[in-house]
């Protein structure tokens, strides 16, 4: 079940650092979850009408530099698709190749985790309204990882904020 990046994709990933790059080649062929590159190296004009659109919060985009890329989930018979859980098994994909790379790698569904080469699950102790402790675990899936941030957000009071597609390097 190897997939392959798509003409557009190949093209996205021009001017993309190399190691991400190759990051990416490796996803693709190990990933369970088809996708295709729909953002990789990002002009400042781009960024800003992004910014202005709402659509990115900062102009200090990873884009930018060409040290991250965003990834969409793609099926057959019905193209791209958003739904959220369709997106950790490209970043357990995305996680393989940054491990077979060699190359520190963040995910936007998990930005709590400096290196998701390093991820291996967790658990943590929240105290709930009540004031009872409760303990959670989490494997070392990249579902457990984004709902682990999720949680951390929720615990702190503060809105998670998803971007799935997007993977950067950390450098
Ligand atoms: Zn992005």
């Not at 884009?63 to 193209?79: N, Q």
């Not at 494997?139 to 997007?166: G, K, N, T, V, W």
Request: hydrophobic letters at 35%; aromatic letters at 8%; proline letters at 2%.
């Amino acid at each position: 079940m190897a997939y392959k990046l798509g003409k557009r994709s190949q093209q996205k990933l021009e001017g993309v650092d190399e190691r991400m790059q190759s990051v990416v080649r490796y996803a693709i062929s190990v990933t369970k979850q088809d996708f295709s590159v729909i953002c990789g190296l990002r002009t400042r004009k781009q960024q800003e009408a992004l910014v202005a659109k709402g659509a990115s919060k900062t102009m200090k985009s990873k884009h930018l530099d060409g040290h991250a890329v965003d990834l969409m989930a793609y099926l057959d018979g019905s193209g791209d698709r958003w739904e959220l859980n369709l997106y950790d098994e490209i970043a357990d994909a995305m996680a393989e190749g940054a491990r077979a790379i060699d190359i520190p790698m963040r995910w936007g569904a998990a930005w709590h985790i400096d290196d998701i080469r390093k991820w291996k699950g967790a658990s943590h102790t929240y105290e709930l309204r009540n004031g009872k402790d409760v303990t959670k675990h989490y494997s070392s899936s990249m579902e457990d990882a984004m709902s682990y941030y999720i949680d951390l957000r929720r615990s702190e009071d503060r809105l998670p904020f998803i971007d799935a597609p997007h993977f950067e390097l950390v450098v």
